[in-house]
């Protein structure tokens, strides 16, 4: 091992302690970016990311005020010949509700047994602190190997409405030759995981409604159509029998999986007895034909996220309620387009809505799926990071989720991402009792520590 290596990976081993006092205080910030309320809160998240990058030496460290919340920026480029890399991470998180599940409150970080529990923990702020402490390690023991700059935002939770403009708008500023994304997670402790595709996400909202204002269901039951149940019924129509989504030309752009793919998928160790253990659900669901991890990664879904409608308090109460509500969003796979996944589902509507109701459909953030080069030298560069730490080939693999970012750098500035985080499957992300296991999250940094300088110009 280098000198640099050695003295690198010592210096956050003996500074854990201290890496999790700061932890605890980004994690005491409630920074979440949907809430108005909180607007302070993110922009008081946004100064702390700012001042740990000013610590670390970094230039030109910048807040930059969108319409929404800001983006933190900062670089140094004092390695001549060597690649530059930009990091990226967000600092805001999901709301907290339903706060009473939680077994100690979201913003008081606790560490209880081997995980530290708190909202933001593994979903991003424990990430966003990997890059931090590994980039601290090295500046400390000699500095950095490669030229770095850094993009923090505070929207990715309402999805980015405003990054990519930032982005368009600082082409120059943000000009790099790899994207580091540590927002995703490994599949298990013990199974380092390099994700190398993501879906995209088209989210709506449908609101049907009826009479003027709701209705004593025995005087008007029968004489006019009630929108709960139209709403009810035009969900239903969305899935055929096979699990497959019925909007007219969904699976149209769909890219089918190669045989190579689907071996690479089906050969991850994570078997339907895995997503049974972290659901909790009685059975699996889904599109015929494919395996959980092929559907979950690799395949398109139409989801109702959320459904309002007529009386839902204690008791009874005999309504045809005025309107109904929906969320309902889809997890698209490359080449789909949300523009025309939006296009379809009016199609639909427009076809299947009967005339004896309005409807009206909104669009919320959303953006492509991306799928990124497996054989970068930055995926080459973490592969062997992840292999020092774990001692074991990581895995490859298509992840479910969603980051907008990586597509907009695709598209804007022509770079590919690589993306490796520590989060793990049972960590609770945008659930109640969220945490990180801590080893994870050290054996993380060590990872970041060998990936820059895997990528150290010989
Ligand atoms: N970190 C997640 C994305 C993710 C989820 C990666 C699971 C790996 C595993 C990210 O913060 C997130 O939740 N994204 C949203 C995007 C949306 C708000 C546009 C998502 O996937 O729902
Ligand atoms: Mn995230």
């Given at each position: 091992m280098t000198d640099q290596r050695q003295a690198a990976l010592e210096y956050a081993h003996k500074n854990k302690d201290r890496f999790l006092a700061e932890f605890k205080e980004i994690l005491s910030i409630p920074s979440v970016s949907t809430d108005p309320v909180h607007a302070d809160d993110v922009r008081k998240a946004s100064e702390w990311m700012a001042a740990q990058l000013r610590a670390l030496g970094m230039q030109k460290v910048q807040i930059f005020p969108t319409a929404l919340h800001p983006v933190v920026y900062g670089e140094k480029l004092d390695v001549p010949g060597a690649p530059t890399l930009l990091i990226y991470g967000h600092y805001d998180v999901q709301p907290t509700d339903p706060l009473d599940?939680?077994?100690?409150?979201?913003?008081?970080?606790?560490?209880?047994?081997?995980?530290?529990?708190?909202?933001?923990?593994?979903?991003m702020k424990g990430q966003a602190l990997v890059t931090l402490k590994s980039v601290e390690a090295l500046v400390k023991t000699g500095g950095m190997p490669v030229n770095l700059k850094w993009l923090f935002e505070g929207e990715e939770e309402v999805g980015s409405p405003n990054l990519p403009k930032f982005i368009a708008e600082h082409k120059d500023l943000l000009a790099c030759d790899l994207a580091v994304n540590p927002d995703a997670g490994i599949l298990g402790q013990e199974l380092p995981t390099i994700t190398y595709g993501l879906r995209g996400l088209a989210y709506f909202e449908l609101r049907v409604t009826g009479p003027a204002h709701d209705l004593h269901s025995g005087i008007f039951g029968g004489v006019v159509h009630n929108p709960a149940n139209v709403l009810a019924e035009l969900i239903a129509g969305m899935h055929d029998a096979k699990g497959r989504v019925t909007l007219p030309g969904f699976y149209d752009k769909v890219r089918e999986l190669s045989k190579a793919e689907r071996d690479e998928i089906n050969r991850v160790p994570i078997d339907d007895g895995h997503y049974l253990k972290n659901t909790g659900a009685p059975a699996l669901y889904g599109e015929t034909g494919y395996s959980a991890n092929e559907r979950a990664g690799a395949r398109p879904t139409l989801d109702v996220n959320g459904l309002l409608s007529g009386f839902t308090g204690q008791g009874s109460k005999t309504i045809i309620p005025a309107w109904a509500m929906a969320k309902l969003s889809c997890r698209l796979v490359p080449d789909q387009d949300p523009e025309e996944v939006h296009q379809q589902l009016i199609k639909y509507l427009e076809t299947h809505a009967p005339k004896d109701v309005r409807w009206e459909l909104q669009v919320h953030a959303g953006g492509p799926a991306s799928i990124s080069d497996r054989n970068n030298v930055g995926v080459r560069a973490m592969g062997a990071a992840l292999e020092a730490v774990w001692g074991k080939r990581p895995f490859f693999r298509r992840e479910g989720g969603s980051i907008p970012v990586v597509a907009d750098m695709q598209q804007l500035l022509g770079v590919e991402s690589v993306i490796s985080g520590f989060g793990l499957p049972d960590d609770n992300v945008h659930a109640p009792n969220e945490k990180q296991h801590l080893p994870t999250w050290y054996r993380g940094i060590d990872t970041f520590i060998h990936f820059f300088l895997n990528l150290k110009p010989a």
């Amino acid at each position: 091992m280098t000198d640099q290596r050695q003295a690198a990976l010592e210096y956050a081993h003996k500074n854990k302690d201290r890496f999790l006092a700061e932890f605890k205080e980004i994690l005491s910030i409630p920074s979440v970016s949907t809430d108005p309320v909180h607007a302070d809160d993110v922009r008081k998240a946004s100064e702390w990311m700012a001042a740990q990058l000013r610590a670390l030496g970094m230039q030109k460290v910048q807040i930059f005020p969108t319409a929404l919340h800001p983006v933190v920026y900062g670089e140094k480029l004092d390695v001549p010949g060597a690649p530059t890399l930009l990091i990226y991470g967000h600092y805001d998180v999901q709301p907290t509700d339903p706060l009473d599940l939680w077994t100690t409150a979201p913003f008081e970080p606790t560490v209880r047994g081997d995980d530290i529990f708190a909202r933001g923990a593994s979903d991003m702020k424990g990430q966003a602190l990997v890059t931090l402490k590994s980039v601290e390690a090295l500046v400390k023991t000699g500095g950095m190997p490669v030229n770095l700059k850094w993009l923090f935002e505070g929207e990715e939770e309402v999805g980015s409405p405003n990054l990519p403009k930032f982005i368009a708008e600082h082409k120059d500023l943000l000009a790099c030759d790899l994207a580091v994304n540590p927002d995703a997670g490994i599949l298990g402790q013990e199974l380092p995981t390099i994700t190398y595709g993501l879906r995209g996400l088209a989210y709506f909202e449908l609101r049907v409604t009826g009479p003027a204002h709701d209705l004593h269901s025995g005087i008007f039951g029968g004489v006019v159509h009630n929108p709960a149940n139209v709403l009810a019924e035009l969900i239903a129509g969305m899935h055929d029998a096979k699990g497959r989504v019925t909007l007219p030309g969904f699976y149209d752009k769909v890219r089918e999986l190669s045989k190579a793919e689907r071996d690479e998928i089906n050969r991850v160790p994570i078997d339907d007895g895995h997503y049974l253990k972290n659901t909790g659900a009685p059975a699996l669901y889904g599109e015929t034909g494919y395996s959980a991890n092929e559907r979950a990664g690799a395949r398109p879904t139409l989801d109702v996220n959320g459904l309002l409608s007529g009386f839902t308090g204690q008791g009874s109460k005999t309504i045809i309620p005025a309107w109904a509500m929906a969320k309902l969003s889809c997890r698209l796979v490359p080449d789909q387009d949300p523009e025309e996944v939006h296009q379809q589902l009016i199609k639909y509507l427009e076809t299947h809505a009967p005339k004896d109701v309005r409807w009206e459909l909104q669009v919320h953030a959303g953006g492509p799926a991306s799928i990124s080069d497996r054989n970068n030298v930055g995926v080459r560069a973490m592969g062997a990071a992840l292999e020092a730490v774990w001692g074991k080939r990581p895995f490859f693999r298509r992840e479910g989720g969603s980051i907008p970012v990586v597509a907009d750098m695709q598209q804007l500035l022509g770079v590919e991402s690589v993306i490796s985080g520590f989060g793990l499957p049972d960590d609770n992300v945008h659930a109640p009792n969220e945490k990180q296991h801590l080893p994870t999250w050290y054996r993380g940094i060590d990872t970041f520590i060998h990936f820059f300088l895997n990528l150290k110009p010989a």
